[in-house]
């Protein structure tokens, strides 16, 4: 995935019809890492426990609540995003 500039969050046109792209990854069955893509081109991960029973809707709760991890052990587990690591 790459890192270039997509939308423009101050235009409305680009920004309202933008959208993330987002992977997620089970570490462990009670274990979730989420990436998802920016906006302005860059991207960040995010890491957080989980009940382990329904992953397909668990990484919604770590996308939006999880701890963020260091961008190197993001570029390990998500070598399929480029670009500039969200700081």
Same mark, same amino acid.
């Given at each position: 995935?790459?890192?270039?500039?997509? =939308?423009? !969050?101050?235009? !409305?046109?680009? $920004?309202?019809?933008?959208? !993330? /792209?987002?992977?997620?990854? *089970?570490?462990?069955?009670?274990?979730?890492?989420?990436?998802?893509?920016? =906006?302005?081109? *860059?991207?960040? *991960? $995010?890491?957080?426990?989980? !009940?382990?029973?329904?992953?397909?809707?668990?990484?919604?709760?770590? #996308?939006?609540?999880?701890?963020?991890?260091?961008?190197?052990?993001? #570029? /390990?587990? +998500?070598?399929? +995003?480029?670009?500039? $690591? *969200?700081?």
């Amino acid at each position: 995935m790459s890192g270039k500039v997509i =939308c423009d !969050p101050a235009t !409305p046109e680009t $920004y309202g019809t933008w959208q !993330p /792209v987002i992977r997620w990854k *089970a570490l462990n069955r009670d274990v979730l890492a989420v990436a998802n893509s920016r =906006c302005e081109g *860059a991207w960040c *991960a $995010y890491i957080g426990a989980v !009940p382990g029973m329904h992953h397909d809707n668990e990484w919604q709760e770590i #996308r939006a609540h999880g701890g963020k991890l260091s961008e190197h052990i993001a #570029r /390990v587990i +998500f070598p399929e +995003f480029e670009g500039p $690591y *969200a700081r």
